[in-house]
């Protein structure tokens, strides 16, 4: 396959892996007040995403064996064009959020798959494609929120991302014609076994746990970070430009941090300053939350370069497609459902509360958590060897 279409793929695939879920957030309030639905609605179509990736996500791998990555990818991306090309004229909330289910669950699918895919064909430029990846994900969760402050309504505001997911669709068809049924390699391998049970991989199940919590804390941010800045009287723009904020910082650790991975002796450094940062946004929030908006959110923009890292980390760990599949099939749908509990139970607990005090406290304690977690699930090893010598 040449160069351009591989670069092409994956920019088109990770470019919609997150707009249309992250520009929900900056809409809610609106969405929930068009529909008159209950404020604890906006936590179940929060966390739907996490919800969606966890079930979706277990039946990524089966799905590509039996069908092949290209396909499964560009059956994806149908799923996920035609729930966002529906949503905006749901005329009942039930069916928006069945069309937000259609969405998340085409984004789960590509969201395991696409890093094997990567590592099936990235060869010499596995690296390269690794951080276009990265990046245009980061990108993808800063544009998601933009379109609400360039749009007149909250429809045309979500809208708006079913023309990047149909031409996602576009690219797909074509590498799915190019390649046919390309089920993911490693299956024939020699060496250790790539069956074997991932949970008995430390390693993975630390970078399971620590993904769980970025995700988590990435989730909550896209879902209720405005809503969090609003309720200490903190315009809605203000919250909308520090969510794109949070994104565009997080594009440039998705540039930088899989090379820094690729070179490193040791991460250990680097995962504990940023759960040291994602703490210290949250403490902003927290203690002074109308005084420096954007600072709060550069702050939780850097922490959130745990994010890209734990992208990288699957095929920079891994030997062959299989396993880097087998890896995010095994991280993604546990740490997803971690994920999916977060801005669920931030929804109960404010609905609760009406004070996101406590929820914040609780933030900042996961956050050093999560900089603990990625200790153990940055080293410098093969899940593979792993797995091989623990029998």
């Not at 969606?52 to 064009?81: E, K, N």
């Not at 390699?185 to 049970?197: L, T, V």
Request: with cysteine.
């Amino acid at each position: 396959m040449r160069p351009f279409l591989l670069f092409l793929a994956v920019f088109s695939a990770a470019i919609n892996l997150r707009a249309g879920m992250a520009s929900v957030g900056a809409v809610l309030d609106d969405v929930i007040a068009a529909y008159g639905a209950p404020a604890s609605l906006g936590g179940v179509v929060t966390a739907l995403p996490g919800l969606m990736f966890c079930v979706v996500g277990l039946a990524a791998v089966p799905l590509a064996r039996r069908l092949g990555l290209s396909p499964t990818l560009a059956g994806a991306a149908a799923v996920s064009a035609a729930g966002l090309a529906l949503r905006p004229f749901a005329p009942h909330i039930a069916l928006f959020v069945l069309a937000t289910v259609g969405v998340a669950g085409g984004i789960a699918l590509a969201n395991v798959l696409l890093p094997a895919w990567i590592k099936q064909y990235g060869g010499s430029h596995l690296v390269a494609l690794t951080t276009v990846y990265s990046v245009s994900l980061s990108l993808s969760a800063a544009a998601g929120p933009l379109s609400a402050l360039f749009t007149s309504s909250w429809q045309a505001a979500l809208g708006v991302w079913a023309v990047s997911a149909l031409a996602q669709l576009a690219v797909w068809v074509v590498v799915w014609r190019r390649v046919g049924v390309d089920k993911p390699g490693g299956e024939g391998d020699a060496g250790p076994q790539p069956e074997a049970a991932m949970h008995r991989s430390r390693t993975a199940v630390a970078l399971m746990l620590f993904f769980g919590l970025q995700s988590m804390n990435a989730y909550t941010q896209m879902g209720w970070l405005p809503s969090m800045l609003a309720s200490e009287g903190v315009a809605a723009s203000t919250g909308a430009a520090g969510l794109a904020l949070i994104g565009l910082i997080g594009a440039g650790g998705g540039l930088v941090l899989p090379t820094v991975i690729a070179r490193a002796r040791t991460l250990t450094p680097l995962v504990l300053i940023f759960g040291a940062l994602t703490a210290a946004g949250y403490a902003g929030i927290l203690l002074a939350p109308a005084a420096a908006p954007i600072v709060w959110s550069t702050l939780l923009g850097f922490g959130g370069w745990c994010f890209p890292l734990a992208i990288a980390l699957l095929p920079a760990r891994t030997r062959t497609a299989l396993g880097t599949a087998r890896l995010a099939g095994f991280v993604q749908p546990v740490g997803y459902a971690l994920a999916a509990a977060g801005p669920l139970l931030v929804g109960v607990a404010y609905g609760a509360l009406g004070s996101f005090v406590p929820i914040l406290v609780a933030l900042i304690v996961l956050a050093l958590a999560m900089g603990g977690l990625g200790v153990v699930a940055s080293r410098n090893v093969y899940i593979e060897d792993e797995l091989a010598a623990r029998g």
